[in-house]
């Protein structure tokens, strides 16, 4: 129990800065601890051609780094337009350059839930998680029970206006903690179609451990707010 709640409390902390940091505009990407550095990068880009324009890449163009390697841009704005590509963009365009290990256990089952929740697939969503009521879910700060609570009462009802969802990573971080595995993510999300179509910054955190043999979320923490439209 102690442990538990000891991952409770942390999982709330570190989502809580997480989604702070995805107000900030010059906030880097990075796939493992190892690159987590919000700071410019002194380390050299390893492509030389723009992933947005396909121009020379400008060495004071700020970076971002993905899966531990520093990627460069050819202007100022590209980085932005650079962050709205989906994670296996990314990883196809840095593997021209680099050879990409597949994405983690932990982190391919995070990628997994963000495909599930694309689709509206709860049958998918509900194998990711342990089952018989041993995960547990925060919202918000907010602790919502279990996953089979969090799906009923809230996931399920809010289905009708998640269509649209795209989510895109703009950060990630990995750590082992014991037997588990943190992934933690920041990024935004659209959901909603036409006039109802809205935007969100958001912050998700997973704990992931061995479920019998495959990764399974033990708790997971979800953070968000709605990103309101300029109004001059």
């Known amino acids: 129990m102690f442990i538990r709640s000891t991952l409770v409390i942390a999982t709330v902390l570190l989502t809580g800065s997480l989604l702070t940091a995805t107000a900030q505009p010059d906030h880097h990407d990075h796939q493992s601890s190892a690159a987590a550095n919000s700071s410019p990068q002194p380390a050299k880009p390893v492509n030389d051609l723009c992933p947005i324009r396909g121009e020379e890449v400008d060495g004071e163009t700020p970076t971002r780094t993905w899966r531990g390697h520093v990627v460069g841009f050819c202007c100022p704005g590209c980085d932005t337009k650079w962050d709205a590509k989906t994670d296996s963009e990314k990883d196809e365009f840095l593997a021209k350059y680099v050879k990409l290990a597949p994405p983690s256990p932990a982190a391919d089952l995070a990628r997994k839930f963000q495909a599930a929740m694309a689709a509206g ?7 990711m998680f342990l089952g018989d009521g041993k995960a547990t879910v925060l919202e918000n700060g907010n602790d919502e029970g279990t996953w089979e609570r969090y799906r009923d ?3 399920k009802p809010e289905l009708k206006d998640l269509v649209g ?13 014991g037997a588990a595995t943190v992934v933690s993510q920041t990024g935004t999300f659209t959901a909603g179609e036409g006039a109802k179509k809205k935007s969100f910054a958001a912050a998700i955190t997973f704990v992931v451990v061995d479920g019998g043999g495959a990764p399974k979320i033990a708790h997971m923490h979800w953070s968000s707010r709605e990103i309101k439209p300029d109004r001059k």
């Open 165 to 177: 969802y795209a989510w895109r990573t703009t950060t990630g971080t990995e750590n082992a903690l």
């Open 121 to 127: 697939d709860l049958a998918a969503l509900d194998g």
């Open 153 to 155: 009462e809230h996931l």
